[in-house]
């Protein structure tokens, strides 16, 4: 048995040699395989990019349609804000940071981590750069004064337009400038529809999220509420200050 | 000479140096195969071809690691694809074991005490385990490789090899003990 698994043993390393000595085998060349280091350098560098920037984007949304206030106005308001959150945005930026994890995974420190904790810290990366692209930088207004010059492709504009608004009107959340103060009734002009609108906005009694407390006529406020028969009965309403929405205005294109 | 001296020979042109390489691995993968397939001259085939992929590679061997894991991690993978071809199943199940961190400690003594129960229970029941807890008992008591070796060779955490490994044990035990009885 012995000889015979020498004898295979013999035979087999005599195959390898013998292929190799024939030159039918060619070695890769160590250039390869830098380029293949470079190259997944370059594709982490470029996942890394596209996932801050999506958690910029999702900042720059929840921030500048008034998301986030929401978040303010109780288990109603977090439970809205859930509803509205851009949700393929941040399945977007997880296929990134799974392609991420699979591309460190051909270094030691890609798999000796556990899975959950790499996407964990290479999503808090990405999400950290986003608020630093969001907060420190002109980047985003840049984006929205390119927009209002037509300088950017048609689909781009649109979704800025999109960004900065509320979600429609109907789905709960508007926003506009107090005309009058009642007791229980506020007027407000909401221009986020396209033309200038009038709504009435009903104040509940005990709301603690709704009141009129600090708030002036001319003042740009967020309201989340039902529509019920051409009135706005609020849940929650929030005074908002305008320059910190950069509202895109539509700039005639240079002839 | 050390195996990582060896290939940084090889990786210099010197292809002689290639036949002591598979001189000291060649027994270790034909083992190795042996807990996979069960098919000889499959078993063969592959090892040939994973000596031709280390040859073909060799220049992209980081000469400062260590060369036995580089060299079980390709034949890992190749048997690995073949019993993947043989089941005819391609999807290959998402581990659950690697998601979290766990606290192992891969302790030589205990290693030593318990090898030679663990040694009559592989040779009864190591073929009525699932493939990936008959590779890591083959490449912990057979292969006597340690847990970072084994954990670069299957490319996990150090915490996996171990929890996989205690599993492995328990379910082990409880085969041998299921076909065979108590002792």
Known sequence: MEQTNTNIKQSLREKVLTRIEGNTIIVTSRWYFIARIALIGFLTFAALTLSSLLSNIIIFIIINSGRSILLGFGMRGIWSFFIFFPWLLLFVDLICILLLQRLLSVFKFGYRVPVLYLGGIIFVTGFLFGVIIHHETPFNKEIVHEGERHHLPGFINDFLHGAHRPPSAGQGMYRGIVQSIGTSTIIILDSDAGTSTQRTIILGIDNEYATTTGMNIGDMVFIAGDEREGSIYAYGIHSIDKDDFDEPHEVAPVQ | ?183
């Open chain 2, 1 to 183: 000479m050390l195996d990582e001296a060896l290939v940084l020979l090889l990786q210099e042109g010197n292809t002689e140096i290639f036949g002591i390489l598979m001189e000291r691995y060649e027994a270790k993968l034909l083992r190795y195969g042996h807990k996979f397939l069960s098919d000889n001259a499959d078993i063969e085939d592959i090892v040939q071809d994973v000596f031709l992929s280390v040859y073909r590679n060799s220049k992209g061997f980081d000469t400062t690691q260590r060369f036995s894991p580089w060299i079980y991690r390709i034949a890992h993978n190749a048997f690995v694809n073949a019993l993947r071809k043989k089941s005819y199943s391609p999807f290959v199940p998402f581990d659950f074991d690697t998601l979290v961190s766990h606290v192992v400690y891969d302790d030589p003594s205990i290693k030593e005490r318990e090898s030679k129960e663990m040694m009559m229970h592989i040779e009864k029941g190591l073929n009525l385990l699932s493939p990936k807890y008959k590779e890591i008992m083959v490449l912990y008591y057979i292969e006597d490789l340690g847990y970072k070796d084994i954990a670069d060779i299957l490319q996990v955490p150090v915490g996996t090899v171990g929890i996989r490994l205690k599993r492995a044990k328990v379910a082990l035990q409880k085969e041998v003990q299921k076909k065979y009885g108590t002792d």
